[in-house]
C-alpha cells in the first residue's frame, strides 16, 4: 500500500506529525447579503427622540444611547439609517419599541441558494470557507424536528467511552484516514509483490468533477491547489498525463487517453462504469493504477456494484444529483441508495474489498459521517466547492448539466484557502462527531448503521401505542 | 444618578414594557422573533404567561412549536365521556427519591430547573432561578461553573452540579446540595463536554474556576474517571461520602443504549436518572453537535421508561426529561411517555425576555442581560422581576397541567405517567 503523502510528512522527512488542516483566514471577496432587515417608522422614531429629550432633559447620552449592543444604530444617523450589516436578529430594538422598529429576515438572504440549498446552509458553507472553525452558538437547535435523508437521521454517542477530549485539540488522536482501491482479503506469502494496490488519505473527502461549464481556469487552479495542500484529489476531465505521479488529480479517462497516460500512469482513475469491456482494457494497459468505476445511483446499483466487484474493479464512485437525489424512476435519497449498494456487497461478501466514493447533495459537514455509516468509504463534494468560491445560484443547480451557477471570477490562491478553509473545518467536525461515538478511526465508521438513528425507525418504536389522531 | 445607570435604568424599563406590550398581539407577532422550534407566538406566550401567571387567552399558541416533529405532533385524545375531576384537587407533586432508603425530597410540581453554569448566564439570572426555585419550593442547578457565594443563602434548593471540568467543586459545596448532579453528557453537545468561549470568562468567571482570564474553557470528555459502571458507582459513593443526605442525578444524553445507561445508573445507586435529549439548549455549542448527534428527547422517555418498567425497577427511580421542554404541554406529553417529571432552562430564559437568537455565546452577546457576564448588560435581570416571571411562568404551567389532568379524571400528575393512550399522534 502506497502511504498518504501528506504534506507534513513530506516535509519532515520521518517525523511524527498529527495530521491537522491549519486555517488561515480568507474573508469574502464578494459582499455578501445581510441576514436581517431593520427599519424603523421614521415618524415615530423622531417622535420617541423628542418625547425622550424632554423625559431625560436633554442629557444627550441617555438620549441618544441605543438599543443595540451590536452597533446597527451606531452610525450618524442612527435609527434612521441603520447599519443592518450589523443586525443578528436579537430583536433587542423591537422589544424596546415595538411599535417602532421591525427586524426580518432579508429578502435578498431568502433568496440565496435553490430548493435544496437553503439560505442557512449557504451561510454556513460560506462562514467555514471564510474562517476555517467550527460555528460555535449558544441556545438549542431551531430547525425542523427531522426531514428526509441525512436530515432524518442522528449519529450514536457514548457516555464514557474512550478517546479522551481536553479541549478542542487535547485529545487522543482520531484518524480521519481512509484507503482507496481494492485490498486482499488474505495474505498469499508467494505473492506478496503482487498486492491489490490502494493508497489512504488523511480525510475521507475529495473533490468531485465541477458542473459543467463553471469549471473555469481560476477556479481549476484554486481546487488542485487545495487537494494538494489537503494531500486528497480532485476528480477532473482534464486527462493531460501528469508530470508527477504525486498529482493530485484524478481524472476520468476513456479509450482515447490510455495511451498517453501509459507511461506515466496516474496512481487513481475513474472511468465510465456502465461499460464493463472497458475495464479490462484499463487493467492491462494502466497496470500501476488504480480503477473507480463512475456510475449513477438507481436502482440496479447494488447489481451493478457486485458483478463490477467480481471483475476486479478497485473502487466504485456512485454519484446522486446535487439535491441528493437518484437516478431511479422513483428516486431515492443518497443515503437509503448507498445503504442498498453497501449491503448487498457485504451479503455478497465483496464489501471490504472495493472502495465506495458516494457523491450528490453532500453539502454539510454532517453528510460525510452519514454518509459513511449509510456505507460510502468517502465522498467526493461537487457543489459545495462552487459556494465556497462564492458562485451565484441563478436559478436550480439540479445536476452537473443541468444548473444555473455561474462561478465568479476569484484569485486561485484565494480560492484554495477557502477550501483549505472548508475541509479544515469539516474535518473537525468529523473528529467531533466520531468523538462523540468514542471512535478513534473513520474507517470503523463504515455501514456502522447500528450507530446512527433514523426517525421513522424511533418515531414508530417510540410513538407506538398512540392512536393516530382523528 | 450618573448617566450609565440612567442609561441601564431607560433600556431595562423599555425592556419591561416591550415584554408586557409584546403579547398584547398590537403590534403582530414580530416577523423576524422565533424560529421552528420556538415560534415567535410560543415566545410572545412565555412572556404572557410570565407576566400574569395566567395561561394565555388572547389566541396566542402557548402549546406547541412548529418543528413538524416530536412534541409537535403530539395532541391529547378526546376525552369525551371521562368524568372531569375539580382542578383545584389535582396534585402536581412528585418524588425525587423513590429508593426505600435516604431522605424523602417531594416537589409540589414536577419541575425543577437544569443546570446553567456561572460564566454561561449571569450571576443576577442565576440569583432569580434559585429565588424562583425557593418560592416554588423545587430546585434549580448551578451547572458546571462552580457556586458563587451568592448563591449560598439558597442552598437548599440549590443542585450541585458536578461536571467533566469538576469547576468549584468543593467539599463545602457538595455538603450543601440537596441533590447532587453528575453530569455526563449534555443534550446540546453530546460527548463533546462543556464549551465557554474565551470572552465570557471574566476575571469572576476565572477565579470561580480556578482558570485563566478571557482563555476559552472547553471541558473534558468523558470523565477521566469513569469508564465502567463499576466507576460510576464509585462516583456516587464518593458523593454519599462526602454527604450522606444528598441524593444522587445522573444527568446523561441520550444514545442508542440509553435504556442501559439508566438501568447502570441505578444499579449504581442513583436517585434520579435525567435525560438530556439531542435538542437541548446551551450557552454555547458546535452548530453540528446540537442536530446531529444522539435522539431527541421524545424518543429517549419511552424507550427509558419501558426498559425499566420490564427490569422491575421503574418505581425506584425518578426519570426525568430535558432537552426542548418548552410548554406545560410538552412536561404533560413527556410525563404521558413515561417521565416522571421535566427539567427546564430555556423557557426560564424566555420568561426573562430571550428571544432565542442564538448569540449566548458571546461575552456581550445577550441583549437583554441573561448569558452574559458583562457587568452592564447583567444589570437589565433583576434578581426579583426575575424570580416573579419565572414564578409566574410555572404558575401559568401549573394551571395548564391541573386542567390536562381534570379532563382525563386524573387526580395526580403522578397517574399520568406512562399513559400513552392518552396522546394523539399527528405524523
Known amino acids: 500500500m502506497q502511504r498518504s503523502e501528506l504534506p507534513e510528512q513530506m516535509e519532515g522527512g520521518k517525523e511524527y506529525h498529527r495530521f491537522r488542516i491549519e486555517p488561515k483566514p480568507a474573508p469574502h471577496v464578494y459582499p455578501i447579503p445581510n441576514k436581517f432587515d431593520v427599519s424603523a417608522r421614521k415618524l415615530r422614531l423622531a417622535a420617541m427622540l423628542v418625547h425622550e429629550a424632554f423625559e431625560y432633559r436633554l442629557n444627550k447620552e441617555v438620549v441618544l444611547s441605543r438599543p443595540c449592543i451590536y452597533g446597527v444604530f451606531g452610525g450618524h444617523f442612527g435609527g434612521f439609517k441603520p447599519l443592518k450589516q450589523k443586525c443578528v436578529g436579537c430583536m433587542r430594538c423591537v422589544q424596546e419599541y415595538p411599535h417602532i422598529m421591525t427586524v426580518k429576515q432579508s429578502d435578498r438572504y431568502k433568496r440565496l441558494g435553490d430548493s435544496f440549498w437553503t439560505p442557512e446552509n449557504v451561510y454556513t458553507v460560506w462562514n467555514e470557507a471564510s474562517t476555517g472553525k467550527i460555528l460555535v452558538k449558544g441556545m438549542g437547535y431551531k430547525g425542523a424536528f427531522a426531514g428526509e435523508g441525512f436530515d432524518g437521521m442522528w449519529t450514536d454517542m457514548s457516555e464514557i467511552v474512550r478517546p479522551t477530549r481536553d479541549g478542542v485539540y487535547g485529545r487522543e488522536y482520531i484518524s480521519t484516514t481512509v484507503d482507496i482501491g481494492r485490498k486482499p482479503t488474505s495474505i498469499d506469502v508467494a505473492k506478496i509483490d503482487d498486492q491489490p494496490k490502494s493508497l489512504a488519505i488523511p480525510v475521507p473527502i475529495i473533490f468531485d468533477e465541477l458542473p459543467i461549464g463553471t469549471d473555469k481556469p481560476d477556479v481549476r487552479t484554486a481546487v488542485k491547489l487545495a487537494a494538494e495542500k489537503i494531500g486528497t484529489f480532485n476528480i477532473t476531465r482534464d486527462t493531460r498525463p501528469s508530470k508527477s505521479r504525486v498529482s493530485s488529480l484524478l481524472p476520468i479517462i476513456d479509450e482515447d487517453d490510455i495511451a498517453a497516460n501509459e507511461k506515466n500512469q496516474p496512481r487513481i482513475v475513474e472511468f465510465d462504469a456502465l461499460r464493463p469491456d472497458f475495464l479490462e482494457e484499463l487493467l492491462s494497459c494502466l497496470d500501476q493504477s488504480i480503477f473507480i468505476g463512475r456510475l449513477p445511483l438507481r436502482e440496479n446499483s447494488a447489481s451493478i456494484a457486485s458483478e463490477l466487484a467480481r471483475q476486479g474493479v478497485h473502487g466504485l464512485h456512485f454519484y446522486a444529483d446535487y439535491h441528493g437525489r437518484d437516478y431511479s424512476k422513483d428516486p431515492r435519497h443518497v443515503s437509503a441508495a448507498l445503504k442498498h449498494v453497501h449491503q448487498r456487497l457485504v451479503q455478497d461478501g465483496l464489501r471490504d474489498q472495493i472502495t465506495i466514493i458516494a457523491s450528490g447533495g453532500i453539502t454539510l459537514a454532517e453528510h460525510v459521517p452519514k454518509a459513511i455509516i449509510c456505507g460510502a468509504d468517502l465522498v467526493a463534494i461537487d457543489t459545495t466547492v462552487l459556494v465556497a468560491l462564492q458562485a451565484e445560484f441563478n436559478g436550480e443547480a439540479r445536476d452537473r448539466a443541468n444548473h444555473h451557477l455561474r462561478p465568479r471570477r476569484i484569485n486561485p490562491e484565494w480560492g484554495a484557502q477557502r477550501l483549505v478553509n472548508l475541509i479544515g473545518v469539516w474535518h473537525d467536525q468529523l473528529i467531533e462527531i466520531l468523538s462523540a461515538m468514542g471512535m478513534r478511526d473513520v474507517r470503523r465508521l463504515r455501514g456502522d448503521i447500528g450507530r446512527s438513528m433514523m426517525d421513522e425507525e424511533l418515531r414508530e418504536q417510540s410513538f407506538k401505542g398512540i392512536a393516530w389522531a382523528t | ?427
Not at chain 2, 419591561?16 to 422550534?37: M, S, Y
Open chain 2, 1 to 427: 444618578m450618573g448617566n450609565l445607570e440612567l442609561i441601564v435604568e431607560k433600556h431595562t424599563e423599555r425592556i419591561h414594557h416591550g415584554l408586557e406590550a409584546l403579547p398584547t398581539l398590537r403590534h403582530g407577532v414580530p416577523e423576524g422573533l422565533g424560529n421552528k422550534r420556538w415560534t415567535g407566538e410560543l415566545i410572545l406566550a412565555t412572556y404572557e404567561q410570565a407576566l400574569t401567571g395566567e395561561i394565555p387567552e388572547n389566541g396566542l399558541e402557548y402549546k406547541t412549536g412548529n418543528s413538524g416533529g416530536g412534541f409537535d405532533v403530539l395532541g391529547w385524545k378526546s376525552h369525551a365521556g371521562v368524568a372531569k375531576v375539580d382542578e383545584d384537587s389535582v396534585d402536581l407533586s412528585i418524588s425525587l427519591n423513590k429508593r426505600h432508603e435516604g431522605r424523602r425530597i417531594e416537589i409540589p410540581l414536577p419541575i425543577y430547573g437544569g443546570g446553567m453554569s456561572f460564566g454561561s448566564i449571569s450571576l443576577n439570572f442565576m440569583i432569580a432561578r434559585a429565588r424562583a426555585a425557593r418560592k416554588l419550593k423545587t430546585y434549580t442547578s448551578t451547572g458546571e461553573g462552580g457556586y458563587p457565594d451568592q448563591i449560598v443563602p439558597y442552598r437548599d434548593h440549590v443542585i450541585t452540579q458536578v461536571a467533566t471540568g469538576m469547576f468549584g467543586v468543593r467539599e463545602e459545596t457538595i455538603q450543601y446540595a440537596p441533590i447532587v448532579e453528575f453530569k455526563y453528557a449534555q443534550g446540546a453537545k453530546p460527548g463533546l463536554g462543556g464549551h465557554l468561549l474565551a470572552d465570557k470568562v471574566t476575571s469572576e468567571v476565572a477565579k470561580m474556576r480556578e482558570s485563566s482570564m478571557f482563555t476559552s474553557l472547553y471541558s473534558p470528555f468523558p470523565f477521566h474517571s469513569v469508564y465502567s459502571v463499576e466507576d460510576h458507582k464509585k462516583h456516587v459513593d464518593w458523593i454519599k461520602t462526602v454527604n450522606p443526605r444528598a441524593l444522587v442525578s445522573v444527568k446523561v444524553s441520550t444514545p442508542t443504549d440509553v435504556d442501559m445507561v439508566a438501568i447502570g445508573s441505578y444499579y449504581a445507586g442513583a436517585n434520579i436518572i435525567h435525560i438530556d435529549g439531542g435538542y437541548g439548549g446551551t450557552g454555547a455549542a458546535p452548530e453540528i453537535a446540537k442536530k446531529n448527534i444522539a435522539m431527541p428527547v421524545e424518543y429517549a422517555i419511552p424507550k427509558v421508561h419501558e426498559y425499566l418498567l420490564s427490569e422491575g425497577v421503574r418505581d425506584e427511580i425518578t426519570l426525568m426529561a430535558s432537552g426542548g421542554i418548552r410548554t406545560a404541554d410538552d412536561v404533560a406529553k413527556a410525563i404521558a411517555l413515561g417521565a416522571d417529571g421535566c427539567v427546564i432552562g430555556t423557557a426560564e430564559a424566555v420568561a426573562v425576555g430571550c428571544t432565542h437568537c442564538g448569540n449566548c455565546e458571546r461575552g456581550r452577546g445577550c441583549q437583554v442581560g441573561i448569558t452574559t457576564t458583562d457587568p452592564e448588560l447583567s444589570q437589565f435581570i433583576d434578581p426579583e422581576w426575575g424570580e416573579k416571571r419565572i414564578v409566574n411562568l410555572f404558575n401559568a404551567w401549573s394551571k395548564r397541567l391541573r386542567m390536562i389532568l381534570a379532563e382525563f379524571g386524573l387526580e395526580s400528575i403522578r397517574d399520568l405517567r406512562g399513559r400513552k393512550d392518552l396522546l394523539a399522534r399527528y405524523k
